[in-house]
């Protein structure tokens, strides 16, 4: 994600098809690449990492009730966390997926990703799209326009049967991803995991890591409905302060808030936080703490507690 001159915050691609064998008069006298180097050296870019999308389906199917009374029942916790919901802008309610809870749901999760991140153009966002600096100048330029939209489809004259689109397929995709296991034992053994998560509590991380929904009856399979998501988080936005900031504004999210992180998984990752910066965990709880972060008593917290503890936690952490 490269801000680019105009500080426009979207995705720039690597690459464009200028040069294609098939792009036609669609050359680089015409479609450019962003202006990567100069980017760089003036500090105006910035990475992301993807989200994991496995228990999608599971989030996807939490109630927004129960997330609005979770967080009622936090207000006013010791810790100085407040927290609010990334709000869809048709009709208000809470988006849950991305980086900064921006997509509503799983189809527009996966139509966006079609579209901005592969340039294929879909039912869901049916336009080719210019890279940023083009869209604020002329948009996309006419020669560069060479597929008719959407390129991807339901289409309703293959076979006996209608074929959905690779977009909506992707999204069941990750709807049925099941989340991973954690352990009971691993790493440290159980006491020390045990010990660890009490201190995950204590020191506050859980106010915004909750552990645990009950998702709500699902129309598409069972097993989504009526089951624990234990995903650790609130799916809220929390200001984490100018260490982990962005400057980027995705929806009702502001330039340093981010979605509480789901932890789940977070024994089998390598790269943490949303830009992969770091791969060593304690360097990730230490980003928690900067200027206007919420998270900064919890960490203070965390450096207060014994050296043996703060090895529970991590065990806990890493058992997920």
């Not at 139509?111 to 600096?133: I, K, W």
């Not at 959407?150 to 690779?166: A, M, Q």
């Not at 998560?197 to 929904?213: A, K, L, P, W």
Request: glycine share 10%.
């Amino acid at each position: 994600m490269c801000q680019g001159p105009a500080l426009d915050g979207g995705v720039h691609d690597l690459f464009t098809i200028a040069g294609r064998s098939d792009a036609g008069s669609c050359t680089t006298s015409v479609i450019k690449q962003p202006d990567f180097e100069t980017a760089v050296r003036t500090g105006n870019i910035i990475f992301r990492i993807p989200t994991p999308v496995f228990g999608s389906g599971l989030m996807e199917n939490i109630e927004e009730t129960d997330l609005l009374k979770y967080q009622a029942s936090v207000v006013g916790n010791p810790f100085g966390i407040a927290g609010s919901f990334n709000r869809n802008g048709n009709d208000g309610t809470i988006s849950r997926f991305g980086w900064k809870a921006q997509n509503k749901s799983l189809e527009i999760f996966s139509g966006e990703a079609y579209n901005v991140e592969m340039g294929v153009s879909n039912e869901l966002f049916t336009q080719e799209r210019p890279n940023p600096d083009e869209e604020h100048a002329l948009g996309l330029p006419s020669q560069c326009k060479l597929n008719a939209t959407p390129e991807d489809h339901t289409n309703f004259n293959v076979g006996p049967i209608e074929t959905v689109s690779d977009a909506v397929q992707f999204a069941m995709f990750m709807r049925l991803l099941a989340p991973p296991k954690r352990s009971t034992d691993t790493p440290g053994g159980a006491d020390s995991i045990k010990r660890g998560e009490d201190f995950f509590n204590t020191i506050g991380c859980v106010v915004c890591h909750q552990s645990s929904f009950q998702t709500f009856a699902s129309a598409i399979t069972p097993s989504l409905g009526n089951a624990p998501a234990n995903l650790f988080s609130d799916l809220e936005i929390h200001h984490m302060g100018s260490a982990l900031a962005d400057n980027v504004s995705q929806g009702t999210a502001g330039g340093d808030q981010f979605r509480t992180a789901p932890l789940w998984g977070l024994g089998q990752r390598i790269f943490l936080l949303h830009d992969g910066r770091t791969t060593n965990l304690l360097k990730a709880i230490d980003q928690h703490f900067s200027t206007g972060s919420e998270a900064n008593t919890a960490k203070l917290n965390f450096d207060a507690l014994l050296p043996g503890q703060k090895h529970d936690v991590l065990n806990f952490l890493r058992s997920l």
